[in-house]
C-alpha cells in the first residue's frame, strides 16, 4: 500500500497507534467541558480550545459550541477566526486555519482516513494536512478532506466536499468540488 509523501501513518497496535488514541482520550474530556459553555462563555471557550490546541488562542477567535475534535496540537488558528456550531476537527495531519476565516455549522476538517483496500482498513490511520488560507470562508455543511489547500480569499460553498486544492479567489461546490467561479481579489 503506498502514500503520498509526508502523509502521517499510523498502523494499529503500535506506540503511536497508542499516544493517538491518548491523545483522542485528553480532547474528549476537553470538549465535554467546553461544550456545557454557552455564547456568553466566548472567554471560557477560547481557554479550553487553547487547551486542546495546547497553545493560547487569540482573544478575536470565537468558536460557538459544540465542537467535536479527535486531535489538536497538530491545529494552528490565527486571528479573527470564526467557528460555528457543530464543526467536527480531526487533525491528525496537521490543520492551519488563517487568519480571519469564517467556517459554517456542521464543517467537517478531516485530515485522516484509511485505505481503501479492505486488507489494511482496520490497521492503518493515513492522515494528510489541510491547510485554509486567510479570509477563506466555509460554508455550512462542507466537508474538508485531508491532502488539501484552500486558498486565500476563496468560498466553499455549502455542503460542498473538498478533495483536491481550491485556487486564491474561488468560489467552489459540489461533490467532489469543483471551482464554479472566480472571485475578486479583496482589497
Same mark, same amino acid.
Do not use: K
Given at each position: ?10 498502523? @494499529? *497496535? ?14 474528549? @474530556? ?9 455564547? /456568553?462563555? @466566548? ?14 488562542? /487569540? /482573544?478575536?477567535? =470565537? =468558536? =460557538?459550541?459544540?465542537?467535536? !475534535? &479527535? ?22 495531519? +496537521?490543520?492551519?486555519?488563517? /487568519? ?14 484509511? %485505505? #481503501? ?11 494528510? %494536512? ?9 460554508? !455550512?455543511?462542507? &466537508?474538508?478532506?485531508? +491532502? ?15 478533495? *483536491?486544492? #481550491? %485556487? ?8 467532489? @468540488? *469543483? ?7 479583496? !482589497?
Amino acid at each position: 500500500m503506498s502514500h503520498r509523501p509526508g502523509a502521517t501513518v499510523v498502523h @494499529a *497496535r503500535t506506540p503511536e497507534s497508542a499516544a493517538m488514541v491518548a491523545e483522542t482520550r485528553r480532547v474528549m @474530556a476537553l470538549t465535554a467541558r467546553l461544550n456545557r459553555l454557552t455564547f /456568553d462563555d @466566548a472567554a471560557e471557550v477560547r481557554a479550553l480550545l487553547g487547551e486542546i490546541i495546547g497553545r493560547p488562542v /487569540d /482573544d478575536s477567535v =470565537l =468558536l =460557538l459550541p459544540p465542537f467535536f !475534535a &479527535t486531535g489538536g496540537r497538530n491545529t494552528a488558528i490565527g486571528r479573527n477566526v470564526f467557528i460555528n456550531q457543530n464543526c467536527t476537527l480531526y487533525d491528525l495531519g +496537521g490543520v492551519t486555519i488563517g /487568519d480571519e476565516v469564517m467556517i459554517g455549522p456542521n464543517v467537517s476538517i478531516i485530515t485522516s482516513g484509511h %485505505p #481503501v483496500e479492505p486488507a489494511g482498513r482496520r490497521s492503518v490511520t493515513v492522515a494528510e %494536512p489541510i491547510v485554509i488560507g486567510r479570509n477563506v470562508w466555509i460554508a !455550512a455543511g462542507a &466537508t474538508i478532506i485531508g +491532502g488539501v489547500t484552500i486558498g486565500e480569499n476563496s468560498v466553499v460553498a455549502a455542503g460542498a466536499v473538498v478533495t *483536491r486544492d #481550491v %485556487p486564491a479567489n474561488a468560489l467552489a461546490g459540489g461533490n467532489p @468540488a *469543483r471551482v464554479i467561479r472566480t472571485l475578486a481579489p479583496s !482589497a
